[in-house]
């Protein structure tokens, strides 16, 4: 069984910064990729970002310069560093845990991230 926990939402300004941080939980497969999705209302769920166990990296168009993704594979945890937020990044973000190789993934419980003056 895999348990995602999330951390980090809340509520900024624009311009400001955050930082969310997902743990997983449970027997953990070294081999997996590790993202962030978000929803807006209204919205369907994009990807935000995602790292492979190797560190690779790929960012939506939307982030890339804002954005920084990030694991510590020991800790089981991925880390989303977000700065010069925008109106336009409010959602909730969901962290996603996949393995490539049995094709399976597991969602977190989202957060929420809210940029308003």
């Known amino acids: 069984q895999v348990q995602l926990v999330e951390s980090g939402g809340g509520l900024v300004q624009p311009g400001g910064s955050l930082r969310l941080s997902c743990e997983a939980r449970?027997?953990?497969?070294?081999?997996?990729?590790m993202g962030w999705y978000r929803q807006a209302p209204g919205d369907q769920r994009e990807l935000v970002a995602d790292?492979?166990?190797?560190?690779?990296?790929h960012y939506a168009d939307s982030v890339k310069g804002r954005f920084t993704i990030s694991r510590d594979s020991a800790k089981n945890t991925a880390y989303l560093q977000m700065n010069d937020l925008k109106p336009e990044d409010t959602a909730v973000f969901y962290c996603h845990l996949f393995y490539p190789i049995a094709q399976r993934g597991y969602w977190g419980q989202g957060t929420q991230v809210t940029v308003s003056s």
């Open positions: 449970g027997s953990i497969s070294r081999f997996n990729t």
């Open positions: 790292i492979t166990s190797a560190g690779s990296t």
